[in-house]
């Protein structure tokens, strides 16, 4: 069946792909790496990330094909596409699983103290199979749903912990850790930017292109300001020591909120944008995976794929990142390089495809 | 003429019985004996012989179903004019009789010809009466329906302060009268089914033609001719036959009594379902908007109707969640009470057997046991179950120690909210969710309740109406959609038709806002 | 254990009743080839069998990369 999508489920799909894991990591990463600059460093990716964006919006134009794979095949012929697919299957199963892992590990930690992760893990993966099953349309649509609630929560969050800022804390602007706040852009992008050539899969599904281009860059963009506000925040009110301390600063950040001495620790607004993004992030890389399991073993209905893959990453989630600390050394070496190493050959691969197959046709 | 003998009879009986259609024979007494012998003799069948003319007298005779007929037009309409006129008048009705009884004697404007056996029982229990005469294979219907019937009376499902309060009744041809008074429009056209092999029920479709969107008459025309059943007695059987998706608590079809509600539909671009026998109306397609608001809202002023809609919204929330938000705050995230409270909540729930899941579910079942008693009970004994239900669920059950008094604070609540919507069916399907809400908020706390609120939301998104999404104008966002949603914009502001619904002369007003008069 | 081993065998039973009819030929061959990797696989993560881990591969092919990358990365991290 063919689903087309508009131009703005497109730009609230991206923006809560951006957000993802994401909106909670980010902080302390970044901070760990440009201290008291540490949303400068953030600004910088947000920069180079919508640059990523435009790169990969050349890639798909021409062809009338939905089906992202197929138009792949076309342009670099079967062998090529099947390694590329290969290499964006074995690092967008990465991001899943890491990412149901990360959700279920942070609700036992933070919300429900007692309860096993395996447990969490199920019911996540339990939410991406329905969404999958009932396909691209209604993800997009319900990601429009829950897009509003999300960005009140944010401005919510924002607004409500400026009374425990204090700017001495991100002062002095840019006159220390240079250098390390330049090197932070690099596993900053690798969490957020590279991670949306999993976009490139929904992207020939919105029915107008040109729109669609506009979408990713205003999805991506939003979501990049969002991530700078939040680091922002975080450094302000924690400071640069508490921000790297804690594993979940913006959770952290979300219990210093306090309203008229009554609403106190309302925390689970935090919890909510992570659960919301994590969800829509967790459904379209386990659509992507779907998707291109179906192309690769030429299945007629994807949907027959989606349990076997439901099971396989919630036995790769339970078993394979022992514990946060772990997480935070992969998200800085070994994920790090994969995330580079799928993000540019693809992108490179199919430019490189474009401009010989323009070329001969000059020639010709 | 030849006679069929008994064995002949027999045979056309129950070849009309196995659905194959028969002619009418030529002679009276055997038509009579036919007729008869199918009805099984059943004493509400009047069957009458007469003689039409005095010059050349044709041997004839009439039959009704008592009870189905206008007695009065029967009497002086037809009767009257066929036994007594006919013998007064010059003219010999042998040749030509059918024409001359139509244009001369019969004054009564519905009449057909009819010519098999099937479709003179059809009409004949529909209400008509049926004349046949000697040596003639054709027989007359005349339109003579009436009988005893509900006259229009006042809403009583969906009430309003502001708005007329006459309901659909019964009857079908009432019904569409009722929309027929509110849209003069040569546009709104009917088109009628009959469905139910043994009920034979009408059904007839109304749209407005020029806004309505084609295909979805021809996609309703197409669910409707689908249906094979053996008796539809209410419009639930045809909703459930013809709605996209069975197995989902949410209603996909919008049923009501109130005929400004469905004259408010077609305008937009809807088509409506009326069903004989009952008068409750369906229309599609149905969004889940539907379900919040109230034909009142349009005749209220803008502000109000703004407002009101919101707090129903906000009834959704409260009706579906706040059982399981008390359970999942008191059994897993006690830190995000303000301690005040925490303190008070600790202090009732102090001697309290059960767990809140266990309590909530206990006090949630109790009502709507009560709720359910209370639909059944005759208006007569039902204050005494509210006395009942007020003493069981509020002070004793507190008092006994049973439950805390939070706890009947929220299913009050609860109830309150549940008893907010404009539609009942919504209320229901509130009802079926609330306790998979619990459930999930007892084993999963607030992880439980966004999971569910996830899943919910993916389940609605799914579901279409017609081929419209449920939640559109929401998802897939549509910006001129949304000054009927949230809001209830000034009727000079709603100048087009939903966007989704109707694609046609989408341009519904053209009025300025209304400005006083300068002063000098 | 036993119990969320009987847990797996009861889900692997529903589903696969519920999947059977709803894919036909080569879907269905698909279906069930991966359905009884993952359920083995599954089942290996329950019981706590030592099986490869994919994290540990991708880490073991790209670990010429990560050693130097970490080590220039340490030196601007707090």
């Known amino acids: ?364 | 003429m030849r006679r069929r003998t008994k064995k002949q009879k027999q045979a056309i009986i129950e070849n009309i019985s196995a659905d194959h259609d028969v002619a009418l024979s030529s002679d009276l007494d055997e038509n009579i004996d036919i007729i008869k012998e199918m009805l099984g003799h059943s004493s509400d069948l009047i069957t009458r012989k007469f003689v039409i003319g005095a010059r050349e007298p044709i041997q004839s005779a009439i039959f009704y179903i008592n009870g189905l007929i206008n007695e009065a037009s029967v009497q002086h309409d037809l009767l009257h004019e066929l036994v007594v006129e006919s013998r007064e008048a010059e003219q010999t009705y042998k040749a030509n009789c059918f024409d001359t009884i139509k244009k001369h004697l019969v004054s009564i404007g519905n009449v057909n010809e009819l010519h098999t056996i099937a479709e003179l029982f059809h009409v004949l229990l529909s209400g008509d009466s049926i004349i046949i005469l000697d040596g003639q294979r054709v027989a007359l219907a005349i339109g003579t329906r009436g009988g005893e019937g509900r006259g229009v009376e006042t809403v009583t499902s969906q009430e309003v302060v502001r708005g007329p309060k006459e309901a659909f009744t019964e009857r079908i041809s009432t019904n569409i009268a009722l929309i027929r008074r509110r849209i003069k429009d040569p546009n709104l056209w009917m088109k009628s089914y009959c469905i139910g092999e043994k009920t034979q029920t009408d059904v007839t479709i109304g749209y407005l033609n020029g806004v309505v969107n084609d295909k979805l008459v021809e996609e309703l025309d197409r669910r409707l001719k689908r249906i094979k059943i053996d008796a539809i007695l209410e419009s639930g059987y045809i909703e459930e036959l013809i709605q996209d998706k069975t197995y989902t608590p949410f209603p996909t079809v919008y049923n009501t009594e109130r005929p400004d509600a469905i004259a408010g539909g077609l305008l937009e671009g809807k088509i409506a379902i009326f069903v004989d026998g009952t008068p409750f109306v369906l229309l599609i397609p149905c969004l889940f908007e539907h379900f919040l608001q109230s034909s009142e809202d349009y005749y209220q002023r803008t502000d109000i109707a703004t407002l009101l809609r919101l707090l129903r919204m906000l009834a959704f929330l409260l009706a579906l969640l706040t059982p399981s938000l008390y359970i999942a705050l008191t059994n897993f995230h006690q830190e995000m009470i303000p301690t005040t409270l925490l303190i008070s909540l600790a202090a009732q729930r102090e001697g309290i057997p059960f767990p809140a899941f266990i309590e909530a579910l206990l006090m949630e079942l109790t009502f709507e046991l009560l709720r359910e008693a209370g639909i059944r009970l005759p208006s007569a004994v039902g204050s005494a179950i509210s006395i009942v239900g007020a003493l069981v669920l509020g002070q004793a059950a507190v008092e006994a120690g049973i439950v805390s008094a939070m706890m009947v604070i929220v299913v009050s609540l609860t109830a309150i909210s549940s008893f907010v919507f404009p539609a009942y069916n919504l209320a229901i399907t509130v009802r079926i969710l609330r306790f998979g809400f619990m459930m999930l908020a007892a084993s999963l706390g607030l992880y439980g309740i966004f999971t569910g609120i996830i899943i919910l939301v993916l389940h609605m998104t799914s579901l279409r109406s017609f081929g419209i999404p449920y939640l559109s104008p929401l998802a897939p966002f549509n910006l001129t959609g949304q000054k009927d949603i949230f809001i209830r914009a000034p009727l000079w502001k709603e100048m087009t038709r939903p966007h989704l619904i109707s694609q046609k002369n989408i341009v519904r007003s053209d009025s300025k806002p209304p400005k006083p008069p300068k002063e000098d | 254990m036993l119990f969320h081993v009987l847990l797996l065998i009861t889900f692997i039973i529903v589903i696969l009743i519920y999947e059977w009819k709803h894919y036909q030929g080569r879907d269905r061959y698909v279906f069930v080839m991966l359905f009884a990797l993952a359920s083995i696989y599954l089942l290996a993560a329950i019981v706590d069998w030592r099986i490869p881990e994919y994290v540990q591969g991708v880490d073991f092919l790209l670990s010429p990369l990560k050693k130097p990358l970490q080590a220039w990365l340490d030196q601007f991290q707090i």
């Open chain 1, 1 to 364: 069946m063919e689903q087309k999508i508009s131009s703005i489920q497109f730009t609230v799909l991206v923006f809560m792909n951006t957000l993802g894991t994401a909106i909670i990591f980010i902080p302390t990463i970044a901070t760990r790496y440009g201290r008291e600059n540490g949303w400068i460093t953030v600004i910088f990716a947000t920069l180079l990330g919508m640059v990523f964006i435009l790169w990969l919006t050349t890639l798909i134009g021409q062809e009338d094909d939905t089906n992202f794979f197929k138009i792949m095949d076309n342009r670099v012929g079967k062998l090529i596409s099947y390694c590329l697919i290969l290499l964006m299957v074995s690092f967008i199963f990465f991001t899943t699983f890491a990412n149901i892992w990360s959700i279920a590990q942070f609700v036992s930690l933070q919300i429900l103290m007692g309860t096993p992760p395996q447990v969490l893990a199920l019911i996540s993966t339990f939410t991406g199979l329905i969404a999958v099953r009932y396909g691209l349309e209604v993800i997009v649509r319900s990601a429009e749903i829950f897009f509003p609630f999300t960005m009140l929560s944010l401005t919510l969050l924002a607004l409500l912990v400026w009374p425990e800022a204090q700017l001495i804390r991100v002062q002095p602007v840019m006159q220390l850790n240079q250098a390390a706040t330049f090197v932070g852009v690099l596993p900053v992008i690798a969490l957020t930017y590279m991670e949306l050539i999993v976009m490139l899969v929904v992207l020939p599904h919105v029915n107008d292109l040109r729109q669609a281009k506009k979408a990713f860059l205003i999805g991506g963009g939003l979501a990049g300001f969002c991530i700078i506000i939040v680091t922002f925040a975080a450094i302000a009110v924690l400071g640069v020591d508490g921000t790297v301390r804690h594993a979940y600063s913006i959770y952290v950040l979300g219990q210093n909120i306090q309203i008229a001495e009554f609403f106190e620790r309302i925390e689970v607004l935090v919890a909510f944008i992570w659960f919301i993004t994590i969800f829509f992030k967790v459904s379209t890389c386990f659509y992507f995976l779907s998707i291109a399991l179906q192309h690769m073993l030429k299945v007629k209905n994807y949907h027959s794929l989606t349990v076997p893959l439901g099971m396989i990453l919630l036995a790769t989630a339970m078993t394979n990142l022992p514990n946060i600390f772990y997480d935070f050394e992969m998200m800085n070496s070994t994920y790090l390089i994969l995330s580079y190493i799928t993000g540019l050959t693809v992108a490179t691969v199919l430019s490189l495809a474009m401009l010989i197959r323009k070329y001969k046709e000059k020639v010709k």
